[in-house]
């Protein structure tokens, strides 16, 4: 089956959704973007994308601060999203990849509002990252997380992207899973594309917002679930290097991750060296909620339909 993308008003075969050598974005990442996830139901047979409203609003920020511009409203990005998801017949978990970015041909750094924006949309097949069943392992990264003072990190610009891209790298080649970037004193920001959790004495803990880190979708959903469904409060701080090394669980959450439990930094176990019980209760819960199987959290889902003619069975 032959993927279609969208791409500056079009639907286009993937393979001919391409931009030009000299565009901007390419040359000096200016550009910014949304990952979404959306979860194959086989019972209902149907596909229901998370939180969707709520990432394209997101990007519509991510946009205001970066100085680029959405080319649609946000209910008509829901349903453009919608209508290339049903294009794609995808009957599998799905990544679907929203991003602006200026499209000026231009060899100069520039100032970025006289540069044209454009926009794109597409989808790939997506299973599980990493196999977290058994917990990851993480190391400290020598990269420190990009400073607000510096680029934006809350606003998603694909340049950012090296230096979480680095931290991975640098995590893999030590034989670990995932990076944990600090900031530039030393307090914990986030992984390569997950905010993070410790969980002490049955309380959560999260780097708060000023931490230089994104303000993860998958964050807002954890600490609402802890609140609403386990009865526990997080608290948003500063957090410490060495609290890690005390705490009882460590949690990553992003939409490409979903919710990984964290079981050794630098070879030093944490926790009990297994997957925490708020850890495991936060995976049930985000895993029936994602797949449509949690009546009470429908809001959060849209459901893709098959196309109306049998020549579009999804
Ligand atoms: C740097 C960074 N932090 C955190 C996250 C988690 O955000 P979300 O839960 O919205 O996917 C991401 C995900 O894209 C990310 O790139």
């Given at each position: 089956m032959k993927r279609v993308a969208y791409l500056n008003g079009k639907f286009l075969s993937y393979q001919k959704a391409v931009i030009p050598i000299g565009t901007h974005a390419l040359q000096y990442g200016s550009g910014c973007f949304e990952g979404i996830r959306a979860y194959w139901n086989a019972e209902k047979k149907k596909l229901y994308v998370f939180r969707l409203k709520d990432h394209f609003e997101r990007l519509g920020r991510s946009c205001k601060t970066l100085h680029m511009k959405l080319p649609l409203t946000t209910e008509a990005l829901v349903k453009l999203t919608v209508e290339l998801l049903a294009k794609n017949k995808h009957r599998e978990n799905v990544y679907i990849r929203p991003f602006v970015y200026k499209t000026s041909d231009i060899v100069s750094v520039f100032n970025l509002d006289r540069l044209e924006n454009g926009f794109g949309i597409y989808t790939v097949p997506l299973g599980s990252?990493?196999?977290v069943k058994e917990g990851i392992n993480a190391v400290f990264s020598s990269w420190r997380r990009v400073d607000s003072h510096t680029v934006?990190?809350?606003?998603?610009?694909?340049?950012?992207y090296l230096n979480t891209s680095l931290a991975k790298t640098e995590a893999e080649e030590k034989g670990a899973d995932e990076a944990i970037l600090l900031n530039l004193d030393d307090s914990i920001a986030e992984g390569s594309a997950e905010n993070l959790f410790i969980v002490k004495s049955g309380k959560l803990i999260t780097p708060s917002?000023?931490?230089?880190?994104?303000?993860g979708i998958t964050r807002n959903t954890v600490i609402e679930l802890a609140e609403k469904e386990l009865n526990i409060r997080t608290a948003q701080r500063k957090v410490q290097k060495d609290e890690l090394w005390t705490c009882d669980e460590i949690i990553l959450t992003g939409t490409g991750m979903e919710i990984a439990p964290v079981v050794k930094i630098e070879d030093r176990t944490v926790g009990s060296g297994k997957i925490g019980p708020i850890t495991q209760k936060l995976r049930g819960l985000y895993s029936n909620i994602v797949h449509g199987k949690d009546k009470r959290y429908l809001k959060w889902l849209t459901e893709v339909n098959c196309l109306p003619s049998p020549a579009h069975n999804c």
């Open positions: 990252i990493l196999n934006p990190p809350g606003a998603k610009p694909t340049g950012i917002i000023d931490q230089n880190i994104l303000e």
